[in-house]
């Protein structure tokens, strides 16, 4: 990279933790620091719900598959994008109407106090491992692009978002995505996007030289799209990340608005990521490791300091569903298990103290986990089939059938990830 490019990354990165700085002093109260205060507009709802979904996998992995597939790599993303447009259609209303933090905490009223414990430790490794596929995906960029060791890039990446999670919580979170939101837009719409087209020649060349699979959308395979469905689609919907984030939001319309205008989103960018992976495999058709596709493509094509701004959108996905997912794994456990088993009387003074010091555990490590596994798409399979495999059935019954009862509630949560567990180790 050249020297204009690695100050604006440093630059880059100072505004994000001067951001998160300012957002820790309107983190007085346990709501503030979990929920920011339930006050947010349409715009900055909107915009950090749509950072939290689109992050690693959706950039990354996205041009992965877009590189190896072609347009159907989408699916991915466009699964996010139907899964929170469910959620904004037809749960928005149920979900705001409990008053709840977590997603456990609603399983935990509707059923009884087990059910929220399992189901608390099964959406917070989730959201874990969601965070996981974050850092791997920073390291992977800053490695590609600045040449730094792979262990140095995520814990660079990784650090700075557990700093600024730390210090403000949601506040922090939401104005840092908001940052990020718009840098990851213009990053990639404006500079990304039409300058891959351009270096493959324009659309009419990647229709000569890429193969015909490439422009079909069932291209990367019926199951692979039902799978997406089942993982993606079925886990927006009950995400304690994205759930977190609708209790942000000031109204119920902001909150039913904001999310389908967030999925809306997404189903463009996961098919502007798809294309410009598509672009890489005219413009590096040898490329080793195909998870370096959008990292690989941005340093062949992108002139300096267009490079900086387009890498910085690129961290700020990556960033911003970090944060998002670190905080709501550090919720659930901060409220769904240590305050209802171990702290019943805690002050809200002490509990803001212990949400910090969860995050900052739960933080470390993420790190680690990321420096063992090192896929982006195999952290995200990991994450998303323990949580839509284990959880979902639980939520949806327990809005929709009163005859649901806890006790089953409590064992299918236990059955099923014990299942799934299984088969991810087989």
Same mark, same amino acid.
């Given at each position: 990279?050249n020297?204009?490019?690695?100050?604006i990354?440093v630059?880059?990165?100072?505004?994000l933790?001067?951001?998160?700085?300012?957002?820790?002093?309107?983190?007085?109260?346990?709501?503030d620091?979990?929920l920011?205060?339930?006050?947010?507009?349409?715009?900055?709802?909107?915009?950090?719900?749509?950072?939290?979904?689109?992050?690693?996998?959706?950039?990354?992995?996205?041009?992965q598959?877009?590189?190896?597939?072609?347009?159907?790599?989408?699916?991915?993303v466009?699964?996010?994008?139907?899964?929170?447009?469910?959620?904004?259609?037809?749960?928005?209303?149920?979900?705001?109407?409990?008053?709840?933090?977590?997603?456990?905490?609603?399983?935990?009223?509707r059923?009884?106090?087990?059910?929220?414990?399992?189901?608390?430790? /099964?959406?917070?490794?989730y959201a874990?491992?969601?965070?996981?596929t974050?850092?791997?995906?920073?390291?992977?960029?800053l490695?590609?692009?600045?040449?730094?060791?792979?262990?140095?890039?995520?814990?660079?990446?990784?650090?700075?978002v557990?700093?600024?999670?730390?210090?403000?919580?949601m506040?922090s979170?939401?104005?840092?995505?908001?940052?990020?939101?718009?840098?990851?837009t213009?990053?990639?719409?404006?500079?990304?996007?039409?300058?891959?087209?351009?270096?493959?020649?324009?659309?009419?060349?990647?229709?000569?030289?890429?193969?015909?699979?490439?422009?079909?959308?069932?291209?990367?395979?019926?199951?692979?799209?039902?799978?997406?469905?089942?993982?993606?689609?079925?886990?927006?919907?009950?995400?304690?990340?994205?759930?977190?984030?609708?209790?942000?939001?000031?109204?119920?319309?902001?909150?039913?608005?904001?999310?389908?205008f967030?999925?809306?989103y997404?189903?463009?960018?996961?098919?502007?990521?798809?294309?410009?992976?598509?672009?890489?495999?005219?413009?590096?058709?040898?490329?080793?490791?195909?998870q370096?596709?959008?990292?690989?493509?941005?340093?062949?094509?992108?002139p300096?300091?267009?490079?900086?701004?387009?890498?910085?959108?690129?961290?700020?996905?990556?960033?911003?569903?970090?944060?998002g997912?670190?905080?709501?794994s550090?919720?659930?456990?901060?409220n769904?298990i240590?305050?209802?088993?171990?702290?019943?009387?805690?002050?809200?003074?002490?509990?803001?103290?212990?949400s910090?010091?969860?995050?900052?555990?739960?933080?470390?490590?993420?790190i680690?986990?990321?420096?063992?596994?090192?896929?982006?798409?195999?952290?995200?399979?990991?994450?998303?089939?323990?949580?839509?495999?284990? /959880?979902?059935?639980? /939520?949806?019954?327990?809005?929709?059938?009163?005859?649901?009862?806890?006790?089953?509630a409590f064992?299918?949560?236990?059955?099923?990830t014990?299942?799934?567990?299984?088969?991810?180790?087989?």
């Amino acid at each position: 990279m050249n020297i204009i490019d690695v100050l604006i990354m440093v630059g880059y990165f100072a505004v994000l933790i001067g951001v998160g700085v300012i957002g820790s002093r309107r983190a007085k109260t346990a709501e503030d620091y979990i929920l920011a205060g339930r006050n947010l507009g349409f715009f900055m709802y909107f915009g950090c719900l749509t950072a939290v979904i689109l992050g690693g996998a959706s950039t990354i992995g996205s041009a992965q598959l877009g590189y190896e597939y072609g347009l159907s790599g989408m699916w991915l993303v466009f699964m996010l994008g139907f899964g929170i447009m469910l959620l904004g259609l037809f749960l928005i209303k149920r979900i705001t109407s409990f008053k709840v933090m977590t997603i456990s905490e609603f399983l935990g009223k509707r059923f009884n106090t087990q059910t929220q414990l399992i189901s608390a430790l /099964v959406a917070s490794i989730y959201a874990m491992m969601v965070t996981v596929t974050q850092v791997i995906g920073m390291g992977t960029i800053l490695n590609v692009l600045i040449g730094w060791n792979l262990t140095t890039s995520m814990l660079v990446g990784g650090g700075i978002v557990l700093f600024y999670t730390i210090l403000g919580g949601m506040w922090s979170v939401t104005m840092t995505d908001i940052v990020q939101f718009l840098v990851m837009t213009i990053g990639i719409f404006c500079f990304m996007l039409p300058m891959s087209v351009s270096s493959a020649g324009g659309w009419s060349q990647l229709s000569l030289q890429l193969p015909d699979t490439y422009f079909s959308l069932s291209g990367i395979g019926s199951s692979q799209i039902f799978h997406y469905f089942l993982l993606f689609g079925l886990g927006m919907v009950v995400a304690q990340d994205i759930w977190q984030r609708i209790f942000t939001a000031k109204t119920i319309k902001i909150a039913r608005t904001g999310t389908i205008f967030a999925g809306i989103y997404s189903l463009l960018y996961g098919l502007a990521i798809s294309v410009i992976g598509m672009c890489a495999f005219i413009v590096l058709p040898n490329l080793q490791d195909t998870q370096n596709a959008f990292a690989s493509m941005a340093s062949a094509t992108l002139p300096a300091g267009i490079l900086g701004f387009v890498l910085a959108g690129v961290i700020s996905a990556l960033m911003s569903t970090a944060s998002g997912t670190l905080l709501a794994s550090s919720t659930l456990i901060t409220n769904d298990i240590l305050k209802t088993y171990f702290f019943k009387n805690i002050k809200e003074k002490q509990f803001l103290i212990l949400s910090r010091v969860v995050t900052s555990t739960i933080g470390i490590a993420t790190i680690v986990f990321a420096l063992w596994i090192q896929n982006v798409l195999v952290a995200l399979d990991v994450a998303y089939a323990v949580l839509s495999g284990a /959880v979902f059935v639980p /939520v949806i019954l327990g809005f929709f059938w009163k005859r649901a009862t806890g006790k089953a509630a409590f064992y299918s949560i236990i059955v099923s990830t014990i299942t799934i567990l299984t088969g991810l180790a087989i």
